[in-house]
């Protein structure tokens, strides 16, 4: 069985930072996608960035691209979301992902990723 712990969420005010961790146990193998998405209060669970296993492909979303950036350290089984220059429609819970076997655009669909984490809170003030 796969676990998925996300941590550092919080609050923030505009124009700040923070920065998600995803830690994976349990069999995690090589080769996996791993991503973030994000659901914001009535709305539905939406694609945010994803990254291959070996850290060397990277998707972002057009609503963060150039604000946010994903990493991964391999050998603790982790990925990281640095978020800069938050704003309020960036609240929202942030899950992590990791899909088995998606590819190309399919790294960007819900549907396609097998394990989730339990979601942290990231509220960004005005």
């Known amino acids: 069985q796969v676990q998925l712990v996300e941590s550092g969420g919080g609050l923030v005010q505009t124009g700040g930072s923070l920065t998600l961790s995803c830690t994976a146990s349990g069999r995690v193998f090589s080769g996996w996608v791993m991503g973030w998405f994000r659901q914001a209060p009535g709305k539905e669970r939406d694609f945010v960035a994803a990254?291959?296993?070996?850290?060397?492909?990277?998707y972002y979303s057009d609503s963060v691209k150039g604000r946010f950036s994903i990493s991964k350290i391999a050998a603790k089984n982790t990925v990281f979301l640095q978020m800069n220059s938050l704003k309020p429609e960036d609240t929202a819970v942030y899950y992590c992902?990791?899909?088995?076997?998606?590819?190309?655009?399919?790294?960007?669909?819900?549907?396609?990723?097998?394990?989730w984490g339990q979601g942290t809170q990231v509220t960004v003030s005005s």
């Open positions: 990254i291959g296993w070996s850290g060397y492909t990277t």
């Open positions: 992902a990791a899909s088995t076997g998606a590819s190309g655009s399919g790294r960007t669909r819900s549907e396609n990723y097998d394990y």
